[in-house]
């Protein structure tokens, strides 16, 4: 029984306690304070660009849907800005009157598009004129800007940067 008895004694001796010093842990801090400065603003350009992709596909999805709509129809159908913004929004107001529209798009955010007053399709899904549309997210000393581009054909390409 001496035996088992100097085992606990020595195994309650070997044993320490473990956790953090307050240097360790102040260094601890001081690195994730400097690797959150760096990807801080590498996270902004991010979001930015993914807000303007975002943005430029939605606008591109109403482009071939009034054309699509056009050509099922076989009648002329526009694409319009809400409150004559494009940034605010757009709509394809159906060529049926009395019946719901066909597309209401709603944009939030510091988003600005410049673009046409309207965009009209024929029944062939030709546009009556070509446009572009410039898109601007973020603010703007460091947003992002894209230009989408619609061709007679009724064909929408876009690019980064500004539209030339």
Known sequence: MVISRKKTLSGARATKNKGFTLVE??????????????GVPMFRSF???QRLRATSTDLRI???TARSESVKRNRTVELQPSDADWGTG???PNPTAGAPDILNQKQMGD???SGPAEV???PMGRALAAADFQIAVGPETSGATACL?????????SMKGACP
Do not use: K, N, P
Not at 25 to 38: A, P, Q, R
Not at 149 to 157: F, I, M, P, V, Y
């Open 111 to 113: 988003i600005a598009i």
């Open 25 to 38: 842990l102040m260094v601890g801090l001081v690195l994730m304070s400097i690797l959150t400065g760096i």
């Open 47 to 49: 979001i930015l660009d």
């Open 90 to 92: 757009w709509t394809i």
């Open 120 to 122: 009209e399709f024929t």
């Open 62 to 64: 109403a482009l071939v």
């Open 149 to 157: 581009q619609l061709q007679l054909d009724g064909r929408a390409t």
